[in-house]
Each structure stands twice: as structure tokens, then as C-alpha cells.
């Protein structure tokens, strides 16, 4: 027997840990595959989409000893168990190239593919130095900076998170080219200089799969490689290639600067973006000494206007900005006060905290 007696869910959770990364459509039909390594009493589960790897481990005691490996489809897999009832006891076993799942009164068979053949990554990391940060501060930086990152660009570089670790220093920047997100943070142990871009995809998973908690996420670079562990998940991840651009040339220094309520700007841009034009989501800042107004149109000529009492020091200005980004911006940001920083009508948005130079958020103008 594969499997014997098992709860659903018990089942179920490992399975739900790597799937994201499993495309139903894939060059190779064994990529749609979950690789699942019985090794005496522990079961070893392994998603690839051959850029990134993502496995974790169920153990269970009561499993009879045994090496045995098979590859089913993981969608597959996770359907059934999803819709077979909650508590269920179930037991699989492997017959002439099945996965066979028996519940109750119900039974799936599974068509299945040669572990061999599954294309695990290898692991180039080595002696590579092993950096430490907490789970719920590495989480805490990735949202500060993931919306920023692009999607498809042509300069693949764009396509993900550029980390940067010298001494006690972790910096995480994002950009797609119209805006840029910038976070730091000083680390408990100090490290050698490295740094590398990972890319959206993984990012993403990441994000998803880290908790709240204080516990230890590692990252191990080689080459080309980056090897993460937390929890009981390990996840291998190509590196991008590419030069990240310069982000302390994007990072303007201002001296015309506005304090507002985080809370009441982004309800104010919220109300304002339902008239915005839906395809390139403008707004205006019209902004006056004592005002802050916020102006969208659309195509239907339909407007919206929302004033904010400004304690503004600069000159009269006029600028447009996508409403998504600076939304996007605000809703990282956990402080209760930010300031808007301001140049010329063809300049940045600079959005930062505080008394904080750890975050910075810088969103290109728009004409409108």
C-alpha cells in the first residue's frame, strides 16, 4: 500500500503548498505532474515548472515502511480530495501505472507518469552563505514593494524583485518602469555583499506561503540559483539574468513636501477613480497652498472632484498620475501619516513615511 488509512486534509495540505507553480497546460505533460517520494514513513512532494521548484514533506508514523515514487496530475489529485467529504479516511495504492484513491464508497483511478522522469532541479547551492530573516518581516517587505514589479516586459528584468544584502542591510526594489518601490530593513547578523533578481513568479509564491510568524526563512544564491527554506517548504528558484537599473537615480530628493492622513487620501483617490477614464486611469492633483484637489474624467464626461486641506509650502502645481498606482502605494503602507513629495508638472510623486527612510514609493507623471 502507498498510502494507507489518511485523513483528507491531511493529505490535502502538502498538496495545496506546491501546487500554485503547476500549470494545467505545459510543454512537458509530466510538468502538470506532482512528484510524491514514498521514503519509509515520510512522503516527499515536488511541483516544477522548471524555472522554479517548490517540495515540502508529510510525515506520518502510522504509514507502513517503504520507498516507492510516482507522478499524478496535481490538479487532478487536488480536485478529488477537495470534493470528497471533510474527515474522510481514504488509502491510495499504485496498480498497473494507477494511482488508486479508495474513500469510503468512492474510488478514483489516476493515470500516472515515470518519476523518473520528473526534471528535479539540481541543487547548485553549495557552501553558498546561509541569510536569515524572520518569515513575517520578509513578508512584510515583499508587500511593500511586489505591486510594482512587471508583468511580460520585454526587459525581463523588469519581471521581478531585485534583493540586495550587504552587512546587516536587506534592500528589496521593484519597478516596471513607471513607478518604483524601495524597502530596507537591517538584519539581525551581518552578511557578505550579494544581491539578485527573482522573478515574479516566485515572488508571488513566496508571498502566499509565508506566515506571520518569527520563524527563519533562509536564502541560499548561487550562480544562477536561489534555494529558500521556511517551514517545512523548500523552494529552488532561477535567478534573472540582467542588470536591475540604477534605483537611486529614480529616487528624487524634494523640498516641496505635503503631510496627509494615509486613510483619508486613499478613500479621497478611491471615490475618484470609479469616473476615471477606465483605460488609462488618470487623475489630477491640482494643488494650491492650503488645497489638495483630486479631479478624473472620463469619456462619458463625467467627473469626480475631492478636496483635502493641504499645509503645502511650494508652488502652485498641476500634475496627473495613474490612480492605480498611488493606490497600490498606499495600500502597503501601514503608517497612519505619509508625505507626498513634489517637483516641477513633468516630475515624480515621491510617497515615503514619516521619520522612515526605509520605504520609498516614486510614481511617474502622466499627461492627462
Known sequence: MFIDKIEKEILLKPLQTIIGIVERKQPLPILSNVLIEKKDTSYHFVATDLEIQISTDLNSPEQSAGNESVTVG?????????????????????Q???FQIKAGKSKF?????????FPKASDQAGEAEKIQVPESVFKKLLGSVQYAMAQQDIRYYLNGVL?????????????????????????ENSYSKQEAILPR????????????????????????????????????????????PDYGRVIPEYTNHLSLNRLEILQALQRAAILSNEKFRGVRFVLTEKNLRIISTNSEQEEAQEDIEANY????????????????????????????????????????????????????????
Open 163 to 187: 534583493l540586495m544584502i550587504e552587512g546587516t542591510s536587506l534592500k528589496l526594489v521593484a519597478t516596471d518602469g513607471h513607478r518604483l518601490a524601495y524597502v530596507n530593513t537591517e538584519l
Open 74 to 94: 496535481a490538479k487532478k489529485l487536488q480536485e478529488v480530495l477537495r470534493v470528497l467529504p471533510d474527515g474522510s479516511s481514504l488509502s491510495v495504492d499504485i
Open 201 to 244: 513568479k516566485t515572488i508571488t509564491e513566496l508571498y502566499k506561503l509565508l506566515g506571520d510568524t518569527e520563524e527563519k526563512i533562509t536564502f541560499e544564491f548561487a550562480e544562477n540559483q536561489a534555494k529558500i527554506s521556511f517551514s517545512d517548504v523548500s523552494m529552488t528558484s532561477k535567478i534573472i539574468d540582467g542588470k536591475f
Open 96 to 98: 498497473n501505472g494507477k
Open 109 to 117: 483511478s489516476l493515470q500516472t507518469l515515470p518519476a523518473q522522469d
Open 313 to 368: 509650502h511650494g508652488g502652485a502645481l498641476d500634475i496627473g498620475f495613474n490612480v492605480n498606482y498611488l493606490l497600490d502605494g498606499l495600500n502597503s503602507i501601514a503608517a497612519e501619516e505619509i508625505i507626498f513629495s513634489f517637483g516641477d508638472p513633468n516630475s515624480s510623486i515621491l510617497i515615503t513615511i514619516p521619520a522612515n527612510e526605509d520605504f520609498k514609493y516614486v510614481v511617474m507623471p502622466m499627461r492627462i
